[in-house]
């Protein structure tokens, strides 16, 4: 079997692994959802647009994501303070729990795994993710935009 397929298996694993530990949250979101909350905890304040196209959706897609989010307190509207008609997205103060703990879950149920690991393994995938790192952000430097 090729590297890559060794590493994309592995990711599969883990997104997998990433995916089971999420929905032991005290509320269970849709990936959809919990990428929306990482990017506004991330960026607060965009709107619906740049939502929007960050997640590389729709935008009536977007705004009933939103309205799911609202409606479950974790998201809420607020007027731009300068410009009047455009409405900015902040996450409330559950949804920000609800974020961290599902990044406790998730933190947990890796760590099982390293454990499991001997540590000379941990240290060699600790120095192997980070030149994959290293290696992601000099290709996309070199291609002018963000890592893959």
Avoid: Y
């Amino acid at each position: 079997m090729s590297l890559a397929l060794e590493i994309a298996d592995a990711v599969d694993g883990l997104a997998h692994l990433w995916a089971a530990a999420s929905q032991e949250a005290s509320l269970r979101l849709s990936p959809h959802q919990l990428r929306a909350l990482r990017i506004l905890q991330s960026e607060p304040g965009l709107n619906l647009t740049t939502l929007a196209e960050g997640m590389e959706i729709g935008l009536p897609t977007a705004s009933r994501l939103c309205d799911r989010l609202a409606a479950a307190g974790l998201l809420e509207r607020v007027l731009h303070p300068h410009k009047r008609r455009e409405v900015q997205l902040n996450l409330t103060t559950r949804g920000r729990q609800v974020l961290d703990e599902v990044a406790a879950h998730r933190s947990r149920a890796l760590a099982e795994v390293l454990t499991a690991m001997k540590p000379a393994d941990r240290e060699a995938l600790s120095r192997g993710m980070r030149a994959l790192l290293a290696a992601q952000d000099a290709a996309a430097r070199h291609m002018g935009g963000h890592r893959f």
